[in-house]
């Protein structure tokens, strides 16, 4: 055999091999570019606070879009299946069947609400939107259905910025307010706690358990926490705190109440 | 010269062509390699007809079908589920003691290589299982018919082109390479999100001297690669499969930027490098023998994980419509799924981006790599017994180590991992060792076959995240097999083979999650076995006819199964023990040449496979390793212990034209299948959570997977010396509503009918049967 054939054949099996090997390389059936990160522009047409309006003429029919802070979500179990958003104007519990809506808007995220249809109540004072109402033990409307339509209706707009709470005196609470994010100062646990400790979420009757609280002034306020809440077992402190949560209202040994229930344990100071 | 040149220019033309067609295949799982590629493809590869060779000595006509051609459904040979078949690469086993399943990629690779022959069977009596089923390869090319060959694959399933090369060189009678490489590549033609992409490098060189009058030493080294990717399938319930409108309908994928992204990918490249020297004397029949293997590399899978967020996966039984409780709820979830919305039919890969993004504490998305890094190394020293060609003993060690852990692959858009990520990283360690002899010989009429192996094997654990470890494991193996045949006079014989033995328990069945707690299962141990069966062959005029009768008892065995435990909403670990199972049935098989031109082969296999007993259980957390449950009952007596159908059969024909044709076809159909049962769910423990009868009988229910068949054809032709060509359809009729296979997840739900609340288990998942689908390959021979 000449030395060219050789040459010849060897450059062949040469190519041959480059050939296998970049063709395996050249798939790419596992690259993939990551896609951009899309948000929802900040359009709305309709304040939060001016919700309360048009609630008397049953679900909203026309086309009602807002845009808010998300205050709350279901990231420590107190807030089910709800996510609370706020503007300037007022406040709106979002129900929404999903679960581990924390990932999905996240405390702090700007998002963008799009209520059409959807039916409005109240309920311990605050204004709940789901997909219709229903009369049932905690909650008066029943929650957005299925993932699709709650990713359709609730768009986040903007990532997580840092949420001031507004800071308030048990006095000066107002029915108003019911909703928003606020904060309480000088709170003192009214119950006795001498021979055993009170847990915020201990409850014999119900899915939730209220804590007295009291300030120096005599005002007292109720703190809500659900039994199945990640810090239900914990401790009520015995010293005086602040308190954060969102603002309801309820009636209490025959009289009316503001409530507020915490996102999680850090929001007692 | 210019012929030269043509040849490399269609040889490159056909792997261009070949991997364009495949790459550009894009729209923009242990039954992969159990496909058959080509009905002839295994037996035309090896044209000279060593695969007869190979084949025939160690397998029944029955066995030789089935290797291939109940592919098309979950089948597996005799129903068992610890496969007696062993695979040898000359002395030494391929079996990895620290994986439970052959290396399949390897093991292709292996049928696609020039090299690949058998001697005559050095250790098996004459067909039929004379070794108890043992599969051998020889690598050296010495001997083998030189030449070079090129072939082309198109295909629809699995892949969609394939390219191969091979080349044999003789230099003498002492000196012989050979060189295999290519690849196949593409999408799957009818499963979406469904691509392999694999190559194969083989090198083979074989030396052989005279280095005493009479003697003559050989030296043979191959290198073996096989790297490859390929993404997996999902298994559905049969709500999921109405939801979606289509039975081949696979979850595991989703578009990202209009691209289809798997989440479920397997890769592996795991080099074997293989020698042995031997030195025979003239007659090449008594020898000594020292064969080395070795093994490094990589193997993984990755999956999505998410912790703190929605569940990604599409068919979560949470969004299906059986999973809501308001009816009208249920009706919206429908939806979804019948306006296919493949947002949420599929993976939304790019809203998980999207809430990776918002996250401010670390993903709630990942796609995780589970990964084993592993060595291996084997050698075996053997001579022949008392210089008898039917006699050998020897002595074969090794040590197979083995470092698993998770990692993520992708952060999905993520700067950091969030906090309920769970890593493990632990290694194992089984050093082996083992003597073993056989002797085959005749005694008058009579052919006999006794071996005898003996070893040891110790199992170490050891957690890089935690310093745990477990003691030790020692256990010891022993396999005493032996074989018998006969004549019956000039066109019968008559035979019966019979195993028996010890094995030690797969690492898996030892240690209840080695990524959480690592739990020593108390009742691991040897697994006993005990085969037998008898056959019998005879040839009536043109008829060839095979009967075997077998029965396989296997007690003592164990294993682990991690599921959900939905009453403490735990995820755990269940370890049992104490398992038996008895397999029985008869093979027949017949073969008959009417013309010279046509063949036809008929085969029946009957089998039925059951539990025998009870076994025992413990649950603990997977995570802590604390116990959940200390014992419970599992009540598997009676229950089916496979999914291979208990009725196999085939009718197969094959023409053989004057212009050089072969036409054939054939017709397989498999009834008697059930689902395997989930074990947890035959625990008493779950069982005292039904309040009646019917909803205990439920829990441990197994489905069945009912009928199936497939009508295959082939056609094959040479043209000349250098140009074949095949093209093989299977399932014509592409019969796709039969299962292929099915499996009962172990988890509960409780439904609320009225007043009265009912556990039932969730429903079973299946795979149907692969549609239409064709194999078509051209060979250039030079």
Not at chain 2, 46 to 72: H, K, M, V, W
Not at chain 2, 340 to 360: A, P
Request: net charge negative; charged share 20%; glycine share 10%.
């Amino acid at each position: 055999m000449s030395s060219k054939v050789k040459i010849y054949r060897l450059g062949l099996r040469v190519l041959l091999l480059g050939a296998i090997l970049l063709g395996g390389a050249a798939c790419g059936y596992d690259d993939h570019q990551a896609p951009p990160h899309s948000l929802a522009d900040e359009q709305s047409n309709c304040f939060i606070g001016h919700l309360h309006h048009l609630v008397e003429m049953g679900p909203f029919g026309q086309e009602v879009i807002i845009c808010g802070r998300v205050t709350a979500n279901d990231h420590s179990g107190n807030f089910f299946r709800s996510i609370v958003v706020e503007d300037s104007t007022g406040a709106v519990e979002l129900r929404l069947d999903s679960y581990e809506l924390s990932s999905l808007y996240p405390v702090g995220s700007t998002v963008v609400a799009d209520l059409s249809g959807l039916a409005a109540n109240y309920y311990d004072g605050v204004l709940q939107v789901g997909r219709c109402r229903y009369e049932w033990e905690d909650y008066s409307v029943e929650p957005v259905a299925t993932r699709r339509e709650i990713a359709r209706r609730v768009r986040v707009a903007r990532g997580v910025e840092e949420l001031w709470p507004e800071v308030v005196s048990v006095a000066d609470l107002k029915a108003e307010m019911c909703g928003r994010l606020v904060r309480v100062e000088d709170l003192r646990c009214a119950e006795e706690q001498s021979e055993e400790r009170l847990e915020w979420g201990e409850s014999n009757y119900g899915s939730s358990c209220d804590r007295l609280f009291v300030t120096t002034q005599g005002d007292s306020l109720l703190v809500r926490t659900s039994i199945y809440a990640d810090f239900a077992s914990a401790f009520v402190p015995e010293r005086e705190v602040a308190i954060t949560g969102v603002l309801y209202q309820d009636r209490y040994e025959g009289r009316d109440m503001f409530v507020l229930k915490m996102r999680g344990l850090e929001d007692v100071e | 010269m210019r012929t030269v040149l043509h040849r490399g220019l269609l040889v490159t033309l056909l792997f261009v062509l070949g991997g364009l067609f495949g790459a550009s295949a894009q729209p923009l799982s242990d039954s992969y390699y159990r496909e058959n590629p080509s009905w002839i493809d295994a037996e035309l590869w090896a044209s000279d007809g060593d695969y007869y060779t190979l084949r025939g000595e160690a397998y029944s006509p029955y066995e030789r079908f089935a290797i291939y051609g109940f592919s098309f459904v979950d089948y597996s040979f005799r129903g068992e589920h610890r496969s007696s078949l062993t695979t040898r690469l000359g002395l030494l086993e391929l079996s990895n003691p620290l994986e439970r399943y052959p290396d399949y990629a390897l093991l292709s690779l292996l049928r696609r290589t020039p090299a690949v022959r058998s001697s005559h069977s050095t250790i098996s009596t004459r067909g039929y299982g004379g070794d108890v089923r043992t599969e051998l390869y020889d690598t050296s090319p010495l001997g083998c018919r030189e030449g070079s060959s090129l072939r082309l694959q198109l295909s629809s399933r699995t892949y969609r082109a394939g390219v191969g090369y091979r080349l044999v060189h003789q230099r003498g009678d002492s000196v012989a390479y050979s060189l295999a490489m290519g690849g196949r590549w593409g999408r799957d033609g009818a499963v979406e999100g469904l691509f392999s992409s694999e190559e194969y490098l083989w090198l083979s060189g074989a030396w052989s001297r005279d280095v005493a009058s009479g003697l003559r030493s050989s030296l043979q080294i191959a290198l073996m690669i096989a790297p490859q990717m390929r993404s997996g399938r999902s298994w559905n319930s049969e709500e999921v499969l109405d939801l979606a409108g289509k039975r081949n309908y696979n979850s595991y994928w989703g578009y990202q930027q209009g691209r289809v992204r798997s989440s479920r990918i397997r890769r592996e490249a795991v080099p074997t490098l293989y020698t042995s020297w031997d030195l025979k004397d003239a007659y090449i029949l008594s020898h000594i023998n020292i064969s080395t293997l070795v093994r490094v590399g990589r193997r993984s899978s990755s999956s999505l994980e998410w912790s703190e967020a929605p569940n990604p996966s599409p068919d979560y039984w949470g969004y299906l419509p059986s999973g809501q409780s308001d009816p009208q709820v249920g009706l919206l979830a429908e939806s979804v799924w019948r306006e296919g919305d493949t947002d949420y039919t599929q993976i939304h890969w790019d809203e998980l981006y999207h809430i990776n993004r918002l996250s401010t504490s670390g993903a709630h998305y990942l796609l995780m790599d589970s990964r084993r890094d592993l060595f291996s190394a084997e050698v075996d020293a053997s001579a022949a017994l008392l210089g008898m060609e039917g006699g050998r003993v020897g002595v074969r060690g090794g040590v197979h180590r083995a470092h698993d852990y998770n990692t993520p692959r992708d952060m999905l858009g993520a700067t950091t991992m969030g906090e309920g990520f769970d890593l493990y990283d632990y290694r194992l360690s089984l050093p082996r060792w083992e003597l073993y002899g056989w002797y085959y010989g005749q005694l008058g009429p009579h052919r006999l076959f006794g071996a005898v192996e003996v070893g040891g094997e110790s199992v170490g654990y050891k957690s890089a995240h935690s310093l745990r470890t477990l003691s030790e494991e020692h256990f010891t193996t022993l396999t005493l097999k032996g074989a018998w045949s006969r004549p019956l006079g000039p066109q019968a014989s008559l035979g019966a083979t019979v195993r028996y033995g010890r094995s030690a328990p797969f690492v898996e069945d030892l240690l209840g999650a080695p990524e959480g707690a690592v739990v020593r299962n108390p009742w691991a141990g040897e697994e006993g076995l005990l085969d037998a069966s008898l056959w019998g062959e005879v040839t009536i005029d043109k008829v060839r006819l095979q009967m075997q009768a077998y029965a396989s008892l296997r007690h003592d065995g164990s294993a682990v199964e991690h599921f959900w435990h939905d009453p403490t909403d735990q995820y755990a670990a269940l370890l049992v023990g104490g398992i038996g199972s008895l397999n029985v049935g008869v093979e027949l098989s017949a073969r008959a040449t009417l013309t010279p031109s046509l063949n036809l082969e008929g085969h029946l296999a009957l089998g039925h496979y059951a539990y025998t007993s009870d076994a025992q259980g413990r649950i603990v957390d997977h995570d802590t390793g604390e116990t959940i449950i200390s014992a419970t009952r599992l009540g598997l007596r009676g229950l089916t212990s496979s999914s291979s159908p208990s009725l196999s059969s085939a009718l197969v024909a094959k023409y053989y034209t004057e212009r050089g044709w072969l036409v054939g076809g054939e017709w397989v159909f498999v009834a008697g299948r059930r689902v395997e049962p989930s074990l947890a769910l035959t625990s008493d423990h779950l069982s005292t959570l039904a309040t009646t009868p019917e909803e205990r009988a439920a829990l441990a229910a197994q489905p069945s997977l009912g009928a199936a068949s497939s009508v295959n054809i082939f056609v094959y032709r040479r043209l000349g010396q250098r140009w074949s060509g095949s093209l093989s359809v299977r399932n014509l009729f592409s019969q796709t509503r039969a299962y292929r296979g099915g499996y009962q997840p172990s988890r509960i739900k409780v439904r609320e009918n009225e007043s009265i609340s009912i556990v039932v288990p969730h429903d079973a998942r299946y795979q149907h049967i692969y549609p239409r689908h064709l194999y078509l390959t051209v060979t250039y021979e030079f």
